[in-house]
């Protein structure tokens, strides 16, 4: 039982290239969320999917787009990197869309220079 | 608009020994969740405690204890018996629906 996988661990990127970060999970959780984590400034909600084929944005969803390909994995995607993107991008997952707690992934590392 | 702030950037507390983190949080809704995530240096978010706000009981794990204000709106962390492994940064969040919202963070270290 992995919990929360996401690939790559680390990135880097020049201005105007594209990337897929991909995350899977194998609870069996009905929602799954992505977050960027900026020093300073705790995590915030790029995007989720309260369950398999719906996607919403979140708090910061500009230059992002996402793809619940199936009830495991929910990928996102940077069609255009900027240095303002350079972030620590976490994935998590929840049983449910409601309240309930959150699973977080290891995190990915990315720099757009 | 909902916030979470933790006003100590930094903390430290000697091995063995008691600390609480400060969190408060701005909220209309009467029905949400509270959390404390810590995150050592792997980078990794982790669970450290739950609270829901119609439960007047505060929430415990080992160590770890909640003193849950509602009507202050405030959500401190306690640990006791203070561990090496304890360090770490410390993040609470609130949670309503989909709105979910972190505080920046408490850089927790500990001292032997």
């Known amino acids: 039982n992995a919990g929360v996988t996401q690939t790559p661990k680390f990135q880097v990127l020049k201005t105007g290239q594209s990337m897929t970060l991909q995350c899977a999970q194998d609870?069996?959780?009905?929602?799954m969320y992505w977050y960027r984590q900026d020093p300073g400034m705790g995590l915030r909600l790029i995007y989720y999917?309260?369950?398999?084929?719906?996607?919403d944005k979140g708090e910061v969803p500009n230059g992002y787009n996402v793809s619940r390909l199936n009830k495991r994995e929910f990928s996102l995607r940077l069609e255009s990197a900027a240095p303002s993107q350079t972030s620590v991008y976490f994935c998590?997952?929840?049983?449910?869309?409601?309240?309930?707690?959150?699973?977080f992934g290891p995190g990915t590392r990315l720099t757009v220079l | 608009a909902q916030t979470v702030t933790q006003s100590q950037p930094e903390m430290s507390v000697q091995e063995a020994e008691t600390v609480t983190l400060s969190c408060t949080y701005d909220?209309?809704?009467?029905?949400?969740?509270l959390f404390w995530y810590k995150q050592p240096p792997s980078r990794q978010m982790i669970l450290v405690i739950r609270?829901?706000?119609?439960?007047?009981q505060n929430a415990t794990e080992n160590r770890f204890s909640v003193n849950f204000q509602k009507a202050a709106k405030s959500f401190s962390l306690k640990i006791s018996d203070s561990q090496l492994g304890d360090a770490a940064m410390y993040f609470c969040?609130?949670?309503?629906?989909?709105?979910?919202?972190f505080g920046a963070g408490t850089r927790l270290t500990v001292k032997p």
């Open positions: 609270q829901e706000a119609y439960k007047q």
């Open positions: 998590a997952s929840s049983r449910d869309y409601s309240t309930d707690t959150q699973y």
């Open positions: 609870m069996n959780h009905n929602s």
């Open positions: 909220t209309s809704e009467s029905d949400y969740y």
């Open positions: 999917s309260a369950s398999e084929g719906t996607t």
């Open positions: 969040a609130y949670r309503s629906a989909f709105l979910v919202r």
